[in-house]
């Protein structure tokens, strides 16, 4: 009965994580990949070459040597800001490599953006909030913004917020 009673709770205890791995999806390949936009796929690709730009956004070079510029649909980016977390990119020139990410349409083409080298490894990007979110965001005041609903009046008479915050003030 004990022997019962352990395997059962290793079951309920590991579950998540069997399931996680029953549920992973193989990688995609690029032409498939480019029609999954807004998605968080695994993509399987070829790197040809790295490519630095002048403001130090790096490009995988995914397409084929004799493929052209603007028949090429799919790349990997990797954006200045994301240097340390991503590491040298270099070390994947002319090898087979696996990106996880969401596919994003850039400039008539699909792309993944590689913000985090855990990606190589199946795991997510960095988080980046959302720069609009972020942007209206009133953490960190030290007073509540004028728009506070808790400070306005209810039918003549202050709201228990409105009449605390000016007796602290």
Same mark, same amino acid.
């Given at each position: 009965?004990? *022997? &019962?009673?352990?395997?059962?709770?290793?079951?309920? #205890?590991?579950?998540?994580?069997?399931?996680? $791995?029953?549920?992973?999806?193989?990688?995609?390949?690029?032409?498939?990949? $480019?029609?999954?936009?807004?998605?968080? %796929?695994?993509?399987?690709?070829?790197? *040809?070459?790295? #490519? =630095?730009?002048?403001?130090?956004?790096? *490009?995988?070079?995914?397409?084929? /040597?004799?493929?052209?510029? =603007?028949?090429?649909?799919?790349?990997?980016?990797?954006?200045?800001?994301?240097?340390?977390? #991503?590491?040298?990119?270099?070390? *994947?020139?002319?090898?087979?490599?696996?990106?996880? @990410?969401? %596919?994003? /349409?850039?400039?008539?083409?699909?792309?993944? %953006?590689?913000?985090?080298?855990?990606? &190589?490894?199946?795991?997510?990007?960095? &988080?980046?909030?959302? /720069?609009?979110?972020?942007?209206?965001?009133?953490? @960190?005041? $030290?007073?509540? /913004?004028?728009?506070?609903?808790?400070?306005?009046?209810?039918?003549?008479?202050?709201? &228990?917020?409105?009449?605390?915050?000016?007796?602290?003030?």
């Amino acid at each position: 009965m004990k *022997y &019962f009673v352990r395997q059962l709770a290793i079951l309920i #205890v590991l579950w998540p994580a069997l399931a996680a $791995a029953k549920s992973h999806k193989p990688c995609v390949a690029l032409d498939e990949a $480019a029609r999954l936009l807004n998605r968080d %796929v695994c993509v399987a690709a070829h790197v *040809y070459d790295v #490519v =630095e730009l002048a403001d130090g956004t790096r *490009y995988l070079d995914v397409c084929a /040597p004799n493929t052209p510029d =603007e028949k090429c649909r799919f790349t990997i980016i990797s954006l200045q800001a994301d240097r340390n977390m #991503v590491g040298d990119l270099n070390q *994947y020139r002319d090898r087979d490599i696996q990106v996880r @990410g969401i %596919v994003r /349409p850039m400039r008539g083409r699909a792309s993944i %953006v590689l913000s985090h080298v855990r990606q &190589f490894h199946g795991g997510p990007g960095r &988080f980046q909030p959302n /720069p609009r979110l972020a942007a209206r965001s009133d953490a @960190g005041q $030290a007073y509540p /913004p004028i728009g506070d609903p808790n400070l306005r009046t209810h039918g003549g008479r202050r709201s &228990f917020m409105n009449s605390r915050s000016q007796s602290i003030r």
